[in-house]
């Protein structure tokens, strides 16, 4: 046997012997992540306010919330056509609007986004448009109009602005995302109404931008979350089987996903209407816990609309049926051993 023979034979053996290290590694991981298991835990009821009624603290059909960077908790009460301002321990601050159309007037609000500037974007259902307020009611701007070409909205559901200010809207009967530059000047939509592949949406009721900029839409009608890149191509979609719009009530289905945020760990938070709960993914769309059933004890929902995640990760969300605002525990999680 020649030389080179030799050292081919050796450079052989050299990679079966990589190859058999590299699968037996895998192995190990695979089980290991597999006997040791992250658990996450449903997050403890802590508080609650609010009832039905038209007085400072009180609330008809309550939709949206947001918090701003101190921790105060906005909600769109949109039966009484105002925004209310509470401390996280749900302690009423101020409130804004009356139903109207002129600057400061609002139409049906909805979804809500803040921005770490402190600006406080609404949805207007009603009045085709999103109104930016400063944190105590000011009207700044407004933002669209009626119609279905570009840059206008039929009922817009919900606003998220990811941090280069970019702007974008889930256009509810127009079945389409809406986005605009921070300068409000309208950019190609997202999407067309259709049902199965991605890119397509039924009735999309609310938006959300995580911390890399990711798009995550609430396809609510189709019963399922997509994710788009910051460009807005699509990227995976999940809910049901394969995200193909069948609704379901098994852990990661839905039946009408109404509203949608994302935390600071990228973690997704979705409202899962007719089945009274809230669900948590990953930024993949991984099932990672839910909580909730229907009833109006605490802890329980009457069709739940939205939710946000303060800067200590506790959970508020917007009890629909029951005119209340619960407040939960921040999401944890535990290792555990097979």
Same mark, same amino acid.
């Given at each position: 046997?020649?030389?080179?023979? #030799?050292?081919?034979?050796?450079?052989? +053996?050299?990679?079966?012997?990589?190859?058999?290290?590299?699968?037996?590694?895998?192995?190990?991981?695979?089980?290991?992540?597999?006997?040791?298991?992250?658990?996450?835990?449903?997050?403890?009821?802590?508080?609650?306010?609010?009832?039905?009624?038209?007085?400072?603290?009180?609330?008809?059909?309550?939709?949206?919330?947001?918090?701003? %960077?101190?921790?105060?908790?906005?909600?769109?009460?949109?039966?009484?056509?105002?925004?209310?301002?509470?401390?996280?321990?749900?302690?009423?601050?101020?409130?804004?609007? #009356?139903? %109207?159309?002129?600057?400061? *007037?609002?139409?049906?609000? *909805?979804?809500?986004?803040?921005?770490?500037? %402190? #600006?406080?974007?609404?949805?207007?259902?009603?009045?085709?448009?999103?109104?930016?307020?400063?944190?105590?009611?000011?009207?700044?701007?407004?933002? +669209?109009?009626?119609?279905?070409?570009?840059?206008?909205?039929?009922?817009?559901?919900?606003?998220?602005?990811?941090?280069?200010?970019?702007?974008?809207?889930?256009?509810?009967?127009?079945?389409?995302?809406?986005?605009?530059?921070?300068?409000?000047?309208?950019?190609?939509?997202?999407?067309?109404?259709?049902?199965?592949?991605?890119?397509?949406?039924?009735?999309?009721?609310?938006?959300?931008?995580?911390?890399?900029?990711?798009?995550?839409?609430?396809?609510?009608?189709?019963?399922?979350?997509?994710?788009?890149?910051?460009?807005?191509?699509?990227?995976?979609?999940?809910?049901?089987?394969?995200?193909?719009?069948? #609704? +379901?009530?098994?852990?990661?289905?839905?039946?009408?996903?109404?509203?949608?945020?994302?935390?600071?760990?990228?973690?997704?938070?979705?409202?899962?209407?007719?089945?009274?709960?809230?669900?948590?993914?990953?930024?993949?769309?991984?099932?990672?816990?839910?909580?909730?059933?229907?009833?109006?004890?605490?802890?329980?929902?009457?069709?739940?609309?939205?939710?946000?995640?303060?800067?200590?990760?506790?959970?508020?969300?917007?009890?629909?049926?029951?005119?209340?605002?619960?407040?939960?525990?921040?999401?944890?999680?535990?290792?555990?051993?097979?």
């Amino acid at each position: 046997m020649d030389f080179s023979s #030799k050292v081919r034979l050796k450079i052989r +053996g050299s990679v079966l012997v990589l190859v058999t290290i590299l699968a037996v590694f895998t192995i190990s991981l695979t089980f290991f992540q597999s006997a040791y298991a992250e658990k996450f835990i449903p997050p403890r009821f802590l508080t609650q306010w609010g009832t039905q009624g038209n007085a400072s603290g009180e609330f008809e059909r309550p939709i949206g919330i947001a918090v701003d %960077g101190d921790d105060f908790v906005y909600v769109s009460d949109t039966g009484n056509q105002r925004i209310q301002k509470f401390t996280a321990q749900g302690e009423f601050v101020l409130s804004w609007g #009356k139903v %109207g159309k002129e600057a400061g *007037m609002l139409g049906r609000p *909805m979804h809500l986004q803040i921005t770490p500037d %402190g #600006k406080i974007y609404v949805a207007e259902f009603a009045n085709d448009r999103i109104q930016v307020f400063d944190l105590v009611g000011n009207s700044l701007a407004l933002i +669209g109009s009626s119609g279905k070409g570009k840059g206008e909205f039929d009922a817009p559901g919900g606003v998220g602005v990811d941090r280069d200010g970019r702007i974008y809207v889930a256009d509810f009967y127009n079945h389409r995302v809406q986005p605009f530059s921070k300068n409000y000047s309208a950019l190609p939509q997202i999407g067309k109404k259709g049902r199965i592949f991605g890119g397509n949406f039924d009735y999309p009721t609310d938006v959300a931008v995580g911390p890399d900029d990711s798009l995550y839409v609430a396809d609510a009608y189709n019963n399922r979350i997509q994710k788009f890149s910051p460009e807005g191509k699509f990227v995976t979609k999940w809910g049901g089987f394969l995200g193909t719009g069948l #609704k +379901g009530d098994s852990s990661g289905s839905f039946d009408v996903a109404t509203g949608i945020e994302v935390d600071a760990q990228g973690r997704v938070y979705v409202a899962d209407f007719y089945n009274n709960r809230i669900q948590i993914f990953n930024s993949d769309g991984d099932f990672r816990v839910e909580f909730g059933m229907q009833g109006s004890d605490p802890g329980e929902f009457e069709r739940p609309t939205d939710m946000t995640v303060d800067s200590h990760g506790n959970i508020y969300v917007v009890d629909f049926g029951n005119n209340r605002i619960q407040k939960f525990s921040p999401l944890t999680s535990q290792t555990e051993h097979d």
